[in-house]
């Protein structure tokens, strides 16, 4: 990356410091210290968990749950692994983050109940910023730099619900595309998903991916509650981005050891494949989440709990495909994504 392409906020000093030392070896369970004045605590900070895992000579991987705070598997799935990672049986360096949006998790909601702050579109940050901002500074700018792959788990929220996949975007960089298609079938979720973001403006995929590091998403569930065969896929994907990339000394676990369909990579290339509700009313799924959906059909009817006696308004697919992605719960208002649906996608 060159200079100038280093945004200004990089190169100014955190005012998070870290408990743990990222070059020392072993298992450290610490925190980052973030500064937060406020009436209950005048001289008083917020304690982020942070743990990093050191042994031998490898990549660094780092794994965040929590970029918003109403999405589950992403947290249970670092915690798990922070605790169950046996240093002597890992070569490289992992930095586990369960709750990235860390105020967001403490209240259970998407962004932060103290500043409003979206972690996903706060990236770079600002080390003189809100809390938010801040969070997103010193990631972007002491751990990132740091790191060879980036692995943030998401799921759908309290709003959306999918079917597992993990995710990437559409990069330029053929051998950094091909590299990351790799890592994103080593995951092992049913689906792997070729995302087109609606606005990618401000996220970490974006921050990292400008880095020119190996970048995974994923969502694996929602609904503001989790299933376990959703914490399976994410217990199973953490430890197969590791295998993968050679820190841990075993054969990735392929989702066909288990009688399983191996992962369907699909892609969402263009803004059709976002089904948006023009309405506000209750909504009447028609076809399940998981279900294939031929281009026309009716998907779901948005009914108008004020006048009964108005047709519901019918949201039909713009294409053929999975529906991956479905509204939660059952209110839905104008602008809001009713559902998603996905199209095979065949790698070159
Ligand atoms: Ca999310």
Redesign the pocket.
């Known amino acids: 990356m060159s200079a100038e392409s280093i945004p200004l906020s990089a190169t100014e000093k955190s005012r998070i410091s870290a408990s743990v030392d990222y070059d020392q070896a072993g298992k450290q369970f610490g925190y980052l210290s973030i500064p937060h004045s406020r009436d209950d605590s005048a001289w008083g900070c917020l304690r982020m968990p942070i743990v990093v895992i050191k042994s031998g000579e490898g990549p660094t991987v780092m794994f965040a749950g929590g ?2 705070g109403d ?1 589950y598997e992403g947290p249970i799935a670092v915690m798990n692994l922070a605790r169950n990672l046996d240093p002597k049986t890992l070569q490289g360096r992992v930095i586990l983050i369960p709750a990235l949006n860390f105020p967001a998790v403490c209240s259970g909601t ?1 962004t932060s109940p103290i500043d409003g702050g979206n972690m ?1 579109r706060s990236f770079p940050g600002a080390s003189r910023g809100s809390i938010t901002n801040m969070i997103a500074h010193y990631v972007y700018s002491q751990i990132l730099p740091l790191c060879d792959v980036v692995v943030d788990i ?4 309290k709003t959306l619900n999918f079917v597992p996949a993990a995710i990437m975007h559409e990069l330029e960089d053929q051998s950094r595309m091909e590299a990351t298609l790799d890592a994103l079938l080593a995951f092992g979720a049913p689906v792997g998903l070729v995302l087109r973001e609606l606005d990618a403006d401000g996220m970490m995929d974006t921050a990292v991916e400008s880095m020119g590091k190996i970048f995974i998403s994923t ?1 694996l569930g929602g609904g503001g509650s989790v299933t376990a065969e959703t914490l399976r896929v994410a217990d199973i994907g953490v430890r197969n981005v590791l295998r993968h990339f050679g820190l841990l000394d075993e054969p990735v676990v392929r989702r066909e050891d288990y009688d399983l369909e191996p992962t369907r990579l699909m892609h969402t290339p263009d803004a059709d494949c976002f089904i948006i509700s023009d309405d506000e009313g209750i909504y009447e799924v028609v076809a399940d989440l998981g279900t294939e959906v031929e281009m026309g059909q009716v998907i779901g009817r948005v009914h108008n709990h004020q006048d009964p006696s108005r047709e519901p308004v019918e949201y039909r697919s713009h294409r053929s495909g999975l529906l991956l992605c479905r509204h939660y719960p059952g209110h839905i208002k104008r602008g809001d994504c009713a559902a998603v649906i996905a199209e095979d996608y065949h790698r070159s």
């Open positions: 970029n918003h999405e998407r996903n998401h799921s759908g929220g969502e």
